[in-house]
């Protein structure tokens, strides 16, 4: 399972917990937030904006930026083997979340290679 959490109210430890606040390479690069507030590289009118900003920028970064695509990578393989990944960020859980984003596509993503493999062996 992929599980987010939010760093001010919980704490998670060990090789299976990633940072996905900015400034780490998967931290959103947009925000509704206030310029002063936040490290965000660009202005959205709303929290979901940014979180849909969020989505289409996964998918240039994964391919088009090595660093990126190797964290989303291992990710995946943890995820894969069906090992426990905690994304942290400062969103509270109640709220939606660019890490709602990447958890979205990797289970996607598992879902599409369990049905090609399915696909494959028939």
Known sequence: M???FCLTTESYN?????NICRPSILGNPYSHLPEDKCLAIYKCRTRDEAIDMY????DIMYGGNLKFTNAIDEIYEKYKRGENIYLGCFCPKSMRCHGDIIIEKLQKRLIKEKIK???NSV
């Not at 060990?14 to 990633?18: A, C, D, F, L």
């Not at 989505?55 to 996964?58: P, Q, V």
């Open 2 to 4: 992929i599980y987010r």
């Open 14 to 18: 060990g090789e299976n917990v990633y």
């Open 117 to 119: 493999e399915k696909k």
């Open 55 to 58: 989505s289409k920028y996964f």
